[in-house]
């Protein structure tokens, strides 16, 4: 039986053509890497400079994962880009990377060093680790396992896995987010200079 070519199949049939065509003809051109210049912050700054950091992560809605304060190290766990429907994220700083992640499964992961420079003051490096997910997407051949997709404890159960199989789960790295790293760093910045301002900072 033909199906009958409804305003809404014709409009998903036109997106899975020109979809690729656009994001293709779009992608843009990785930035090169920017200077990292000093920050005017003392020895007695250094905690001022680390909340700094933690804020501005957390308005990313990264998730902390290590802080290092005697190497001045700080670390976010991998991060799942944001989509089409979610406006209030802000962790696609181009359209190509909404369009990405929005398509398939991207993470990013933020390491920010915190390095003593000459004088009292301090360089900022913040590196955005990209990576895509690779796990496999789940293959449904009869209407069991479609029903097992709904079975919270079939979910839950551990499977055992050969190593090579969790190799092609692992995520597969895409390099850095330049642009992302910049924009973090400046809203560091900014946050430090806030909470520098603030009445005991």
């Given at each position: 039986m033909a199906l009958r070519p409804t305003p809404g199949r014709l409009l998903c049939i036109a997106g899975l053509f020109?979809?690729?065509?656009?994001?293709?003809g779009c992608a843009p051109t990785p930035p090169p890497a920017a200077p990292q210049p000093r920050i005017a912050a003392t020895a007695e700054d250094y905690q001022t400079l680390i909340d700094a950091v933690e804020r501005t992560?957390?308005?990313y809605f990264f998730t902390i994962d290590l802080i290092d304060r005697r190497e001045g190290l700080i670390e976010t766990l991998p991060l799942t880009g944001m989509g089409w429907g979610e406006p209030w994220r802000r962790d696609a700083a181009t359209q190509w990377d909404l369009a990405e992640s929005t398509l398939q499964t991207i993470y990013r992961q933020v390491q920010v060093r915190i390095v003593p420079d000459a004088g009292d003051a301090y360089s900022l490096r913040v590196r955005v680790a990209v990576s895509r997910a690779s796990r496999p997407g789940p293959r449904i051949t009869n209407v069991s396992q479609a029903y097992g997709l709904f079975q919270l404890n079939r979910g839950l159960r551990a499977e055992p896995r050969t190593e090579e199989v969790r190799r092609m789960w692992e995520p597969v790295p895409l390099g850095e987010d330049r642009t992302l790293a910049m924009f973090i760093r400046r809203d560091i910045e900014a946050a430090f200079v806030k909470l520098k301002a603030q009445p005991g900072g």
């Open positions: 020109l979809a690729p065509a656009a994001l293709a992560l957390q308005d």
